[in-house]
């Protein structure tokens, strides 16, 4: 994955949601929302500590302007990191945090940064020096606040220190040259320390992003059909069970369908195992297709299918059943000159008071399963009554 520019950040453009780009920019957005409260109330403090400690030799208008400046800009900033931790933006409005963000952080450093360079003495080179050293420290606690994300804490970095430093190089008084110096050396030492934090940060997100995928994706298998992408059987007794136990206690009504192949050892025998994966295939798209959002279609093992259906009175579900015996019956599978054509049995119960759990579910319907194929198979039989 290639690091997106400076460039690139500023540009206002989110990367497509869902991707790796698009989890890492959330994440940073996150952790900067969640760290700022802290520096926030940090900052008012400091800035009233500046105007205490200059207000023997400084402005006092200027001071109070400033203070209030700096004190207004903290408190939206801190309101904004309320709402945020509040509404958990969704990542399509992520990319107008960022920018509120990023603005906000600007314009509370650049009151810092200018301001603090406007407010010195100026005749007091002690005076300059305590307050350039509040800069250096607010700058400090905007690397260890806001490295997370690196396009914010650089620009906060520089609105803070550049314009002291700049004004520093250009008097004449060698001790304020020297510590513009200095403050050189910081500055570039502190954007050294954010992209390298960035870089790790970026590595420990990717990591973790791809560690969760690769987690979803081996619990998706483990409880997915290879062959034919329908909940295996594991997964369909634990979504039945826990479907079963809702419906008994809030008294809803829950039916489950089993669905078996006709003679399916027959074509395998006579067609090959590729046909038979075929047929199964087949038989699994038309259960697919034959699910509402709240159905579950498995498959349970060989060549036997279930649906199970809340919400669902026997009547309705017969319906259904009815319709994909239908559907399966009117297959015609390509595989090879000769297209496969086979049937189903269908065996249908319905959750009654009696019916204590998802096995005794299962067993009804198994039951009625065994009695569409002993009637002859390619039918449906409905069970009203679980064992």
């Given at each position: 994955?290639?690091?997106?520019?400076?460039?690139?950040?500023?540009?206002?453009?989110?990367?497509?949601?869902?991707?790796?780009?698009?989890?890492?920019?959330?994440?940073?957005?996150?952790?900067?929302?969640?760290?700022?409260?802290?520096?926030?109330?940090?900052?008012?403090?400091?800035?009233?500590?500046?105007?205490?400690?200059?207000?023997?030799?400084?402005?006092?208008?200027?001071?109070?302007?400033?203070?209030?400046?700096?004190?207004?800009?903290?408190?939206?900033?801190?309101?904004?990191?309320?709402?945020?931790?509040?509404?958990?933006?969704?990542?399509?409005?992520?990319?107008?945090?960022?920018?509120?963000?990023?603005?906000?952080?600007?314009?509370?450093?650049?009151?810092?940064?200018?301001?603090?360079?406007?407010?010195?003495?100026?005749?007091?080179?002690?005076?300059?020096?305590?307050?350039?050293?509040?800069?250096?420290?607010?700058?400090?606690?905007?690397?260890?606040?806001?490295?997370?994300?690196?396009?914010a804490a650089s620009i906060?970095?520089?609105?803070?220190?550049?314009?002291?430093?700049?004004?520093?190089?250009?008097?004449?008084?060698?001790?304020?040259?020297?510590?513009?110096?200095?403050?050189?050396?910081?500055?570039?030492?502190?954007?050294?320390?954010?992209?390298?934090?960035?870089?790790?940060?970026?590595?420990?997100?990717?990591?973790?992003?791809?560690?969760?995928?690769?987690?979803?994706?081996?619990?998706?298998?483990?409880?997915?059909?290879?062959?034919?992408?329908?909940?295996?059987?594991?997964?369909?007794?634990?979504?039945?069970?826990?479907a079963c136990d809702q419906?008994?206690?809030?008294?809803?009504?829950?039916?489950?369908?089993?669905?078996?192949?006709?003679?399916?050892?027959?074509?395998?025998?006579?067609?090959?195992?590729?046909?038979?994966?075929?047929?199964?295939?087949?038989?699994?798209?038309?259960?697919?297709?034959?699910?509402?959002?709240?159905?579950?279609?498995?498959?349970?093992?060989?060549?036997?299918?279930?649906?199970?259906?809340?919400?669902?009175?026997?009547?309705?579900?017969?319906?259904?059943?009815?319709?994909?015996?239908?559907?399966?019956?009117?297959?015609?599978?390509?595989?090879?000159?000769?297209?496969?054509?086979?049937?189903c049995s269908i065996g249908?119960?319905?959750?009654?008071?009696?019916?204590?759990?998802?096995?005794?579910?299962?067993?009804?319907?198994?039951?009625?399963?065994?009695?569409?194929?002993?009637?002859?198979?390619?039918?449906?039989?409905?069970?009203?009554?679980?064992?």
């Amino acid at each position: 994955m290639t690091r997106p520019s400076l460039g690139q950040r500023l540009s206002g453009a989110w990367p497509v949601v869902g991707t790796l780009e698009s989890h890492i920019r959330a994440e940073q957005l996150r952790i900067v929302f969640r760290q700022a409260p802290p520096a926030q109330v940090l900052s008012i403090f400091a800035a009233g500590a500046v105007c205490w400690t200059l207000w023997g030799t400084g402005d006092h208008r200027a001071l109070t302007i400033w203070l209030a400046v700096i004190t207004g800009v903290t408190l939206v900033r801190m309101a904004l990191a309320a709402v945020f931790a509040r509404r958990l933006p969704p990542p399509a409005a992520m990319v107008t945090w960022e920018r509120i963000f990023v603005a906000s952080l600007a314009a509370v450093t650049l009151a810092w940064g200018l301001g603090g360079w406007l407010i010195m003495p100026r005749h007091s080179p002690v005076h300059d020096a305590v307050v350039y050293f509040f800069l250096m420290g607010v700058a400090g606690g905007a690397v260890a606040s806001y490295s997370a994300h690196a396009v914010a804490a650089s620009i906060a970095i520089c609105a803070l220190i550049l314009p002291a430093t700049i004004g520093f190089a250009f008097q004449g008084v060698t001790e304020l040259r020297i510590m513009a110096v200095g403050g050189a050396i910081y500055l570039v030492a502190a954007l050294r320390s954010i992209r390298a934090f960035g870089f790790f940060l970026r590595r420990t997100l990717q990591l973790s992003y791809e560690l969760q995928n690769a987690y979803t994706r081996a619990r998706e298998q483990a409880r997915t059909d290879e062959l034919t992408g329908l909940a295996n059987r594991r997964a369909f007794v634990e979504i039945g069970t826990t479907a079963c136990d809702q419906a008994r206690r809030y008294h809803r009504s829950l039916v489950l369908l089993m669905l078996d192949i006709d003679h399916f050892k027959r074509i395998n025998d006579t067609r090959g195992h590729a046909a038979g994966d075929a047929a199964l295939c087949a038989a699994a798209g038309i259960l697919r297709r034959a699910a509402r959002r709240a159905d579950t279609p498995g498959r349970l093992g060989g060549e036997e299918f279930a649906l199970l259906l809340p919400e669902t009175r026997a009547a309705e579900a017969a319906v259904v059943a009815e319709r994909v015996r239908r559907e399966i019956a009117a297959l015609l599978v390509p595989h090879g000159n000769t297209p496969i054509r086979f049937t189903c049995s269908i065996g249908l119960a319905e959750l009654t008071p009696d019916t204590k759990d998802l096995d005794a579910l299962l067993r009804a319907a198994d039951e009625a399963l065994y009695e569409a194929k002993a009637r002859g198979r390619d039918q449906v039989v409905t069970r009203t009554e679980a064992a």
